[in-house]
């Protein structure tokens, strides 16, 4: 990872609403473990604000919050969709062959024969495994690819690419 990669936002959680009264809010957490959010230190909204965060405990599909300096259920509302990041170099490593979607978004992507596709344009997780939405002006359309071994034989961070194995015909025109 280079340096300054340390210092880009990832986005790990969102805001949902107010829970109670006093303040707490709903934390919809995109951290594999949920929890993992609290310890990543003060998180940071698109607009510069700064929240320590303090898990209170869990809603369906939530965690329980208390931002620092968020005190009334009117300040939590208020803060409903702000979305949470934290600087990329504060995120555990992660072993070999696995990879944080935001990492893989604006990777070049080619195929087996070195021909360059296009970008990952996004990662998405439909439950049965990630899908990586591929863009460029070699594709008639946006490709989704799934990204397993036998379709991404390759990932390589330190020279910003991947190598796929399309199935045959998946970049022709409708």
Avoid: N
């Avoid at 803060?79 to 990492?103: I, N, S």
């Avoid at 998405?124 to 359309?141: V, Y």
């Avoid at 991947?162 to 015909?169: A, H, R, S």
């Amino acid at each position: 990872m280079a340096v300054g990669d340390r210092d880009r936002l990832i986005c790990v959680g969102a805001i949902a609403g107010a829970f109670g009264v006093r303040g707490e809010v709903r934390v919809k957490s995109f951290c594999a473990e949920p929890e993992a959010i609290a310890g990543y230190g003060p998180l940071v909204t698109e607009d510069g604000r700064r929240f320590a965060i303090t898990i209170r405990g869990t809603a369906p599909g939530a965690l329980v919050c208390r931002l620092s300096g968020v005190e009334t259920r009117e300040q939590a509302q208020a803060l409903k969709g702000t979305r949470l990041h934290v600087a990329r170099g504060r995120l555990p490593d992660l072993p070999e062959d696995e990879f944080y979607h935001a990492d893989l978004i604006g990777l070049t992507v080619q195929d087996t024969g070195g021909a360059v596709l296009g970008q990952v344009r996004a990662v998405h997780d439909h439950g049965a495994g990630d899908f990586l939405e591929i863009t460029g002006p070699a594709l008639a359309r946006p490709l989704l690819l799934p990204f397993t071994r036998a379709f991404v034989p390759t990932v390589d961070l330190a020279r910003g690419r991947i190598v796929v194995d399309p199935p045959q015909g998946s970049d022709e025109a409708p």
